[in-house]
């Protein structure tokens, strides 16, 4: 009778440490670490680019500080800059 109830003891405690290692593996999956951009060293913009190919526009939002953003390329060309709006 002893051994049945130590047997029964060790099954609910082995049951309890995978139940708890399950719940933690998948808390760290539910919950990945979001990656932060370095957001003091960008400021916002408005920079309008179109593509000189296709006639596709982006705006751009955001670029590093006190500099001049490359313009993107589509179509295997430059865009050009149609509006550029500073900071705002
Ligand atoms: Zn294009």
Redesign the pocket.
Known sequence: MFWTLLKVLVAIVAFFCIYLAGTFVVRSFMHPPPAQPEVGRLRRVNYRYR?T????EVTMTAAPEDEVPNAPR??R?DMILVVEGGEY
């Open positions: 593509c190919v296709c006639g596709t589509h179509c060309e």
